[in-house]
């Protein structure tokens, strides 16, 4: 095994050496000048080096700070534009639900023949769309089978089974409805029956009108209260123009459903509904002259007499 060279005992001697006068130098116990000018000169290099690292690291702390921050900031506002726009949302659903109760209310004070039972829309089966619809009414609330449903706009339809908490209704868009229905123009007073379209989901028909029946277009449509389930003077629908049916004999008018079935949310069952008490008439008032021709002439009273002495 060979020994150290000299020369590398003299290297190891002065790295030993300078460590030293380094270490103490840094803790203050090495004061001579020359040595800190000579740690001063050696760890120059170092300290700018340690001080340009240290800066950088700075920085660079301080960049990713600010994206986190910057991060952190960007996630909280996002929340609160999220809650802000389910408020949004909130608020316009409660308006479009107060503007629908409003609008039955004043449907319901101007029809006070009705007793009105308001309802919500919770389901249609794709299948039967146009057909029927799902109310969240049923007999704990008072509903009864082929009882009359309505919008402040004109007519539903009428329940086609009632359960517990929930209905089905038929609507009038169903080939199989029936609705007893008259023009309400009073030089016309047509009568016919309005049934649903089996050519289309949406589309109505006012059928069995003669042919030297007095009906135009624009015609309102209400129900006639003939059949006993629909009461009488809802509106139905406008028509939209006449055809002859397939026979010759008789003519069919297309209507225009006053209601719109592609946006039922809000309806209202009739649970009852009555005769609207007419005024009594007022008689007409008679001529003073005439009133007192009329009452008998009165007596004068005579005066007692008492005994006279």
Request: a neutral charge.
């Amino acid at each position: 095994m060979k020994s150290p060279s000299k020369r590398s005992l003299i290297v190891l001697f002065i790295i030993i050496s300078i460590i030293c006068i380094l270490f103490f130098a840094a803790i203050g116990r090495f004061n001579a000048p020359l040595a800190n000018s000579i740690v001063v000169n050696i760890l120059a290099p170092f300290q700018s080096v340690t001080s340009a690292v240290s800066s950088k690291c700075n920085d660079f702390r301080n960049y990713v700070y600010d994206v986190f921050y910057v991060y952190d900031q960007n996630r909280e506002l996002k929340a609160q534009n999220d809650d802000l726009k389910l408020k949004v949302a909130r608020t316009a659903e409660l308006e479009a639900e107060n503007a629908n109760l409003r609008q039955l209310l004043n449907y319901k004070k101007a029809n006070l023949q009705f007793d009105l039972l308001p309802a919500n829309v919770i389901g249609r089966d794709s299948a039967t769309w146009s057909s029927h619809i799902i109310i969240n009414r049923g007999t704990d609330d008072g509903v009864q089978k082929n009882m009359t449903v309505i919008t402040p706009d004109g007519l539903v339809g009428n329940i086609h089974e009632a359960y517990a908490s929930y209905s089905e209704v038929e609507l009038i868009t169903d080939p199989r409805s029936a609705v007893g229905s008259i023009v309400q123009r009073a030089d016309s007073r047509v009568a016919g029956i309005v049934k649903g379209s089996a050519d289309s989901n949406s589309a109505i028909n006012m059928t069995n009108i003669p042919q030297n029946a007095n009906i135009v277009e624009g015609d309102t449509i209400i129900t006639s209260g003939f059949g006993g389930i629909y009461p009488k003077g809802i509106p139905i629908g406008s028509v939209a123009a006449i055809k002859n049916d397939s026979g010759g004999l008789l003519q069919y008018a297309t209507l225009y459903p006053c209601v719109d079935f592609q946006k039922l949310e809000n309806v209202a069952v009739i649970i009852n509904h009555r005769e609207v008490a007419q005024p009594a008439a007022t008689p007409a008032p008679t001529a003073p002259a005439q009133a007192n021709a009329q009452t008998p002439a009165q007596t004068p009273a005579q005066p007692t007499t008492g005994d006279t002495k």
